[in-house]
């Protein structure tokens, strides 16, 4: 009616190669995060950081809370920003959310 010790033991060496069976589907659940979020992430970082850095004087910039404006002078880490007329304020660079391109003015052909 018992097991006897010796068919236990011949029932648990049998799990050498069970065990690197286990991991497979945990290799691959972190190789599927990877390239569906860490990696696109990651590539939106370097086009903030690129975006951040272009910024010059003149350009139309909003920031992370809503604010348009147009950029006055660019130093370090901050920018100032005016934001309506005579109102200026002072930014951090890495708070931008978007650089607006400036829009020329349609020629008038007719």
């Known amino acids: 009616m018992f097991v006897t010790p010796a068919y236990a033991q011949?029932?648990?060496?049998a799990g050498g190669g069970a065990a690197l069976a286990q991991f497979i589907?945990?290799?691959?659940?972190?190789?599927?995060m990877y390239f569906l979020m860490i990696r696109p992430q990651q590539k939106r970082v370097k086009q903030h950081r690129a975006m951040v850095e272009a910024v010059k004087k003149g350009d139309q910039v909003v920031t992370q809370g809503g604010i348009l404006g147009k950029v006055v002078s660019v130093r370090d880490d901050e920018l100032e920003v005016e934001i309506a007329t005579g109102v200026r304020v002072r930014v951090i660079?890495?708070?931008?959310?978007?650089?607006?391109?400036?829009?020329e003015p349609v020629a008038a052909n007719s």
């Open 93 to 103: 660079r890495s708070t931008l959310a978007q650089v607006v391109n400036k829009t």
């Open 25 to 32: 589907p945990l290799i691959l659940i972190f190789a599927i």
């Open 10 to 13: 011949a029932a648990g060496g």
